[in-house]
């Protein structure tokens, strides 16, 4: 069992950064897949970024070249650097683990609203 923490999210005007980091309670493994999502309010939840097992980071479109993901598995973390925040960036931005198993866990979510 594995339960994940977000933390860093807030208030920031457009244009500004934040950085989200998703703790883990228990293990987690070289082959887990890391992610990042979010829920706009009226919204489906959809990806942001992934951690792959091999290593690397995906990014959806409308993030890349603002937004990095990284893990750093010796404090059972990762992270979500957002830089240049725009307001439709607001949304309930929540981590996410996946294991080889199938078993997926997810954080309870934190806030991230972009004021313009």
């Known amino acids: 069992q594995v339960q994940l923490v977000e933390s860093g999210g807030g208030l920031v005007q457009a244009g500004g950064s934040l950085r989200l980091s998703c703790a883990a309670s228990?293990?987690?493994?070289?082959?887990?897949?890391m992610g990042w999502y979010r829920q706009a309010p009226g919204k489906q939840r959809e990806l942001v970024a992934l951690?792959?097992?091999?290593?690397?980071?995906n990014y959806a479109d409308s993030v890349k070249g603002r937004f990095t993901a990284s893990r750093d598995m010796s404090k059972l973390t990762w992270y979500l650097q957002m830089n240049s925040l725009k307001p439709e960036d607001t949304a309930v931005y929540y981590c996410?683990?996946?294991?080889?198993?199938?078993?997926?866990?997810w954080g309870p979510g934190t806030q991230v609203t972009v004021s313009s």
């Open positions: 228990g293990s987690i493994f070289g082959s887990d897949v």
């Open positions: 996410n683990l996946k294991r080889l198993s199938g078993e997926v866990y």
């Open positions: 951690i792959p097992r091999g290593g690397g980071t």
